[in-house]
């Protein structure tokens, strides 16, 4: 049973290994095309993270689980806290490296050059900034 979609192929190995830490079989569907060519992923409808029908619920709560502020770290001294946005203080925020709308505009014009930048976002507000 489909317990969640994804885009990119690294969100859906997180939540694989996430699962899987817990002891739940899954499988990620449409895996080995996505590899061949991550741009068929949105033609397929994305990755599909599959688990059996009776662990269904405790995968769900497994994957909506809040992500922490903080996260100890046995490596060094403290803790690594995560960062906010600024705007909504949600700690669903990425760092992007790639401009992927120019980008992938360039790809599908036949000029496949990367176009990058240095910035943090909120997935849940849309609010752009960067960090000196």
Known sequence: MVVERFRDL???ELAK??????GIECLL???NLVRMDWFYSNAIGGLRLMVRLEDFDVARAILDEPIPEEIFQPDSEGRYTQPHCPKC???DVNFETLNRP???TLMWLGCPVPIGKNNWKCQK???EWVVE
């Open 89 to 91: 203080d949600s700690l």
């Open 10 to 12: 690294l969100e859906a």
């Open 102 to 104: 120019l980008s992938y």
């Open 125 to 127: 507000c849309g609010a």
């Open 29 to 31: 569907a449409d895996e």
């Open 17 to 22: 290994g996430k699962l899987r830490s817990a």
